[in-house]
C-alpha cells in the first residue's frame, strides 16, 4: 500500500475528530457551566475561605456556618453583595459573573439535611 495515501487519510481522521470536537465545545453549555463552578470554588477558596474554611464551617471571625445557612439563593447573593456584620461588601469586589458563581459555591456547602 501506498504510504503516502495511508498518512494523509490519517491526517484527514485526525483533522475530522478536532473538527468534531470544537463543534461540540462551541454548542453545548456544558463546558462554560463547568467551568463556572470552577471559578466559582476558586473565588470562594481566595476570597472567603480565610474567614469561612474551604468547607464553610471554619467561623473565623464570627462567620457564619454556611453548611447549615438556612438562606435561600437570592438572600445569600444579598449579604455577599452588600456585606452584614463584620463581613465585607463583595459587590464593587467582584464582577456580577463572579457573585453569581461564588453564590452557586456557597449553596453546593449545604449540608443534606
Ligand atoms: C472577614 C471575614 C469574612 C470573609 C472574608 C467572608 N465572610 Fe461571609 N460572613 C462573615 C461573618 C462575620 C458573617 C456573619 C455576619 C453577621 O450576620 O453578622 C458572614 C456571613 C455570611 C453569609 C450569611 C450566612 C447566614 O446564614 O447568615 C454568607 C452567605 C457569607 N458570609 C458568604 C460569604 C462569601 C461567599 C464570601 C466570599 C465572597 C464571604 N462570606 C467572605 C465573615 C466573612
Known sequence: M???????AVVLMVATLFACD???NGSSQLPADASTNASGGRIFDAQC???????G???????K?????????????????NGRGAMM???????PEELDAV????????RSP
Open 103 to 110: 453564590v452557586d459555591h456557597v449553596l453546593t456547602l449545604r
Open 57 to 63: 464551617r471554619l467561623g473565623m471571625s464570627g462567620a
Open 22 to 24: 470544537g463543534v461540540e
Open 49 to 55: 475561605a480565610l474567614c469561612h474554611g474551604r468547607d
Open 65 to 81: 456556618d454556611l453548611a447549615v445557612s438556612k438562606l435561600d439563593r437570592a438572600q445569600v447573593a444579598a449579604v455577599v453583595t
Open 89 to 95: 461588601a463583595y459587590g464593587r469586589i467582584l464582577t
Open 2 to 8: 501506498d504510504v503516502t495515501v495511508l498518512r494523509s
